[in-house]
């Protein structure tokens, strides 16, 4: 039987125990389809998410925040966490899906220190693997009581359409050199926000919140998803391992659109000249770093990280949640925008 | 207001009648997700669907053999063909996600005489798109009728898992040379049964049909799934187009592990040999052809293409199905298995 304890009032003892019901409940649907010819394909989805192969092990799963947000948004709108792990398997599952897609588009060999999908597999059979994952999110949904099946089952694929165009403006900007920073909300609100919003108002759907309540859930999960991204852009040029010495972390290097890059191009002619004059050397971090601050790019994305996060809060409180998952999930929120990588 | 008229009697007179349905509907999901940053994205669709850029119209859109079977397994079942268009429209959703990543894993630089997306667009881009009409497919069956849609939501997210199992074979096969014709059906199933057997079971589904009516209509659909292929293989290779002087056309020239090779591979050492040695010359088709006729693959093959026609048109009598739609639907399945092209 299905216990009903509730989750706990610290993230650090949420995440122990419940990460094991999160992978056993993930494990279910993808060995689901376990038959001898699919067996290199099976693998292929476990090495994925972190259960077989070298390096397998917590470090390779990931921290599973999205499952995470599910079953303590569940838990605060005062449902039993138990009843959204399909859920939660279900948005995990898209968020790998999204994964396997990106390295190939983005040509990453490695990811979380091992190979990505394509790098060991080829491109062919990663497209095809990260399809089975998409597959797979929407088959976890159907283990959902019928009363909130409808709304959840409708919700998960206009989430999946959101996820392809936040990737197509990202892919997109990757040619245009007139962007500033209204480019970046778009995209990353399909390409994080979205999902995160989903998160939040899929717990509380579980746990019968309705109207009023059910958005402000969604509104946390969106603002929250928001300041994920920006602060996470924030490590990208000014985090320990972005910045030190000369760094091939950085997100200068690699030229990805972020928050400050797009803030500074839209301000600064001397950064948009260097910017669009080709790639940026490992050596070159330090002194773009310094040309973005003077731009005002580090005060501008600080304070929208900490504007998100404030308006992330807020409408956690209107959501009145119960007081207990509350502090869980004020924890994980704070986790979010005040991690060092 | 909804026009209630029923399809007509003839193949003929129901494409004509109803194609225009068909297009209006999935015109209406894919253009729903407009907005100006995204027009690019929306054009790459409306590009791969037929509608837009050189080549555009009939041809390029395909005969939409899904939908129509959609539409007419309804009708047959005892429903209003409209009610079904959402669903007509998520397997042409679907089918279409499949064939731009197949195109892409394929290396295939042509569909129907147009540029495939990836060769236009670049192969991120396209893996993209795809994924959107993937979304989208699922998005197309938030409109039926709440007393069908937990059905079809759960049924889709199956058959999309099936497909990428088919297709993990598909790309498998490649590389392994000890094959025969037991191989063949777990893959065809996945690629092309489970679909037109989701197509035949949503018809029924939406026109009210349950339970042992429900499973003919499936089982309908699955062996003419089969029987499309298997014929779809013997054009391949004996068909004018595949077996014409030096034909770059054949099944034999690109490598493809069809039934007639398959059974081949199985009974003929001199033909494995030779399949086995290197990619086949435009200039040996007719000899191995011939060597595969000798083999008997061929009497084979248009055995079991024979068989499962029959056997999809008892089914489709069990089924018991409505006098007037009936004749257009043993009409299209039969044209599946006689085509000429």
């Not at 959840?152 to 997109?172: F, I, M, W």
């Not at 920006?230 to 972005?242: F, R």
């Not at 601050?293 to 900490?306: D, I, K, L, P």
Request: charged share 25%; glycine share 8%.
């Amino acid at each position: 039987m299905m216990s009903t304890e509730s989750i706990a009032t610290s993230l650090e003892g949420v995440r122990r125990r419940v990460k094991p019901a999160i992978e056993a409940e993930l494990q279910r649907y993808v060995n689901a389809a376990e038959e001898a010819g699919l067996a290199e394909m099976q693998h292929m989805l476990r090495f994925h998410l972190g259960w077989e192969g070298p390096g397998a092990g917590d470090k390779a799963t990931g921290k599973r925040i999205r499952p995470l947000l599910v079953l303590l948004s569940c838990e605060a709108a005062g449902g039993a966490w138990q009843a959204a792990l399909p859920a939660a398997a279900a948005v995990e599952l898209l968020h790998n899906f999204s994964l396997i897609h990106d390295d190939i588009q983005d040509n990453s060999r490695t990811r979380r220190g091992r190979p990505t999908l394509w790098a060991q597999w080829g491109v062919a059979q990663a497209i095809n693997a990260g399809d089975a994952l998409f597959a797979l999110a929407h088959v976890a949904l159907e283990d959902l009581e019928d009363a909130v099946y409808p709304q959840a089952a409708k919700l998960l694929p206009r989430v999946s359409l959101e996820l392809t165009q936040g990737q197509y403006l990202d892919l997109a900007y990757e040619d245009k050199p007139d962007l500033d920073a209204s480019a970046y909300w778009p995209m990353v609100r399909g390409k994080t926000a979205v999902l995160l919003s989903a998160c939040t108002r899929l717990g509380a759907l579980v746990a019968g919140a309705r109207d009023a309540q059910l958005s402000e859930y969604a509104h946390f999960g969106e603002k929250l998803g928001l300041a994920f991204q920006v602060y996470d852009d924030l490590l990208g040029i000014w985090g320990d391992e972005a910045l030190t010495g000369k760094s091939a972390h950085s997100d200068l290097v690699s030229g990805k659109k972020s928050l400050p890059v797009l803030y500074a191009l839209g301000r600064s002619e001397e950064f948009a000249r260097r910017w669009n004059n080709g790639k940026i050397a490992a050596e070159e971090v330090a002194d773009l770093a310094a040309l973005l601050e003077a731009a005002g790019a580090r005060q501008y994305v600080e304070g929208e990280a900490r504007r998100l996060t404030k308006e992330a809060l807020e409408a956690l409180e209107r959501a009145q949640p119960a007081a207990e998952a509350t502090a869980a999930l004020r924890e994980l929120a704070e986790e979010l925008v005040t991690r060092e990588a």
